[in-house]
């Protein structure tokens, strides 16, 4: 797939969601039937509310163990590029990703992602105006890319799961009392948690291909980005 391609059919694959999503809130669910109570689970594929609530956590879990990895990763590439204050700034908000886990919730996703960008641009424009990397940084680099695309399809992965429990907790309706605990807190969460991990990962997505790109520019040796493709 070439890079154009792929990036249209990320944004394609942001902007179905967002459309699917904008005006999904708590409430909504209970206004998809009658009463307000939960559907049946024929309707989405067998799943019942408890099911979705325990994939929902699970999938919060593994992004904040990606994000993590991420984060620490845009440290040690800023690091090797002689900007040292932007990798503390990355490896502090690591340290709050470990601290929040599971619990992450869109304004955090939110900050991470503005941080992220904002590291990533500092990046870019130190590449862009270097002339020569040296030995040192150019290994650096590369290691760093090496350990960035597995990260970045395991996010993939994750937000692909997010795409597919948003669905299926429309199709079920309010949970009831007797779903738990977990199912009213995940739908409470879903509406505004999922749509912002799948923003947070089409802009990783985003930034680390076009990262790998400049680095290719300068004689780091990347791995390759087609593999970095959402199923659609």
Known sequence: MKKTQFMNAVWIFL????????????????????????????????????????????????????LQVQTLLSADIADALGLQSQAAVMRAEANKIEEK???????????????????NELVKEKLSSAESLTAEQTAALGAAAAKYLPSLLSTIKTATIIKETISTA???????????????????????????????????????????????????????????????
């Open 15 to 66: 902007f179905t969601l967002a459309a699917s999503s904008a005006n999904a809130q708590f409430s909504s669910f209970s206004d998809k039937i009658p009463g307000g109570g939960s559907k049946s689970t024929a309707s989405s594929g067998g799943q019942s509310w408890k099911q979705v609530a325990s994939n929902f956590q699970s999938a919060r879990a593994d992004i904040a163990r990606d």
């Open 101 to 119: 886990g599971d619990a992450l919730g869109s304004s955090d996703l939110g900050a991470i992602g503005e941080k992220s960008a904002s590291t």
């Open 170 to 232: 429309s199709d079920l309706g309010a949970p009831k009392f007797s779903d738990g605990r977990s199912a009213i807190s995940a739908a409470k969460n879903i509406p505004n948690v999922g749509p912002a991990i799948i923003k947070l990962t089409v802009n990783s997505v985003k930034q680390g291909t076009e990262l790998f790109s400049l680095m290719n520019t300068k004689g780091v040796a990347t791995p390759d980005t087609s593999e970095l493709a959402f199923d659609m």
